[in-house]
């Protein structure tokens, strides 16, 4: 459910198609993601829309390309280093 | 999301050479950080560096030497925080060295990011047990319901 939701925000009628469970379970999940502050919903017209709430993920991603970066700069000083050794 | 980073270097030295930079503290001190890291499965060692305020990083990473795998192979835990030993970021770094004709690729992954005390794996957890919870329930609220159609 929170892989889907991770794509784009949903009704809970469309989610719950998605899921061989009955409405009243749909929506018992959903109750304990918006409890445990995973996800936030929204009245848009006649819809209840399930959204992720992407903070925790941001901070991981925030990492990853950090460490990225990181990475890039520490092999290229590897590189550097091991060609000095050939000129010498 | 991308969980996952992937770098591939050549370099015209042999897998000897390469091995030795990614071994010996203070080769490796020369080009990644200072470090007391050792050559020994289990053994537990940090990375020093420049804090990082913005990052909420205190500039060490605490590492654990995981698998060893002479002029192969080289694997070990990563794991930095905001300091006092608070570790929030959990992830895995493996060095992979592949002997070429004239020199060695170099294969670095760093993964399994985790937060660690976050979001993330309360999720996952929470995510898997539910799910298996839930169908639980439905399976035994089918079988009730069988059960007394069938009396």
């Known amino acids: 459910m929170l892989t889907m939701l991770s794509e784009k925000s949903l009704p809970i009628n469309s989610l719950a198609e998605h899921f061989d469970m009955s409405r009243p379970a749909v929506s ?3 109750k304990i993601m918006y409890n445990a502050g995973f996800i936030s919903i929204e009245d848009i017209g006649r819809e209840r829309y399930c959204t992720l709430k992407k903070d925790g993920f941001d901070e991981l991603q925030k990492w990853i390309s950090f460490f990225d970066n990181f990475w890039k700069g520490k092999l290229k000083n590897l590189e550097t280093l091991l060609n000095n050794k050939i000129k010498k | 999301m991308e969980r996952s980073i992937n770098h591939r270097v050549f370099y015209p030295h ?4 390469v091995w030795d930079y990614l071994t010996k503290a203070e080769l490796m001190e020369q080009w990644l950080m200072k470090n007391n890291f050792e050559l020994k ?4 060692f940090q990375f020093n560096t ?5 990052m909420d990083f205190d500039g060490i990473v605490y590492c654990k030497v995981l698998e060893i795998e002479p002029l ?5 835990s990563w794991k930095c925080g905001p300091g006092n030993g608070q570790i929030t970021i959990d992830s895995i770094v493996y060095w992979t060295l592949l002997a070429k004709d004239n020199g060695t690729e170099l294969l670095l992954e760093n993964s399994g990011f985790k937060e660690a005390n976050f979001n993330v794996v309360i999720f996952n ?5 539910w799910l298996a ?9 089918n079988e009730a319901k ?3 159609t069938n009396a």
Request: without cysteine; proline residues 8%.
């Open chain 2, 41 to 44: 499965l289990g053994h537990d």
């Open chain 1, 28 to 30: 018992k999940h959903i």
């Open chain 2, 50 to 54: 420049g804090p990082i305020p913005s």
């Open chain 2, 14 to 17: 042999a897998p000897e050479v």
């Open chain 2, 133 to 141: 919870n839930m169908n639980k329930i439905y399976k035994i609220i």
């Open chain 2, 72 to 76: 192969k192979k080289l694997t070990y």
């Open chain 2, 125 to 129: 957890a929470m995510e898997q047990g």
């Open chain 2, 146 to 148: 069988n059960a007394s």
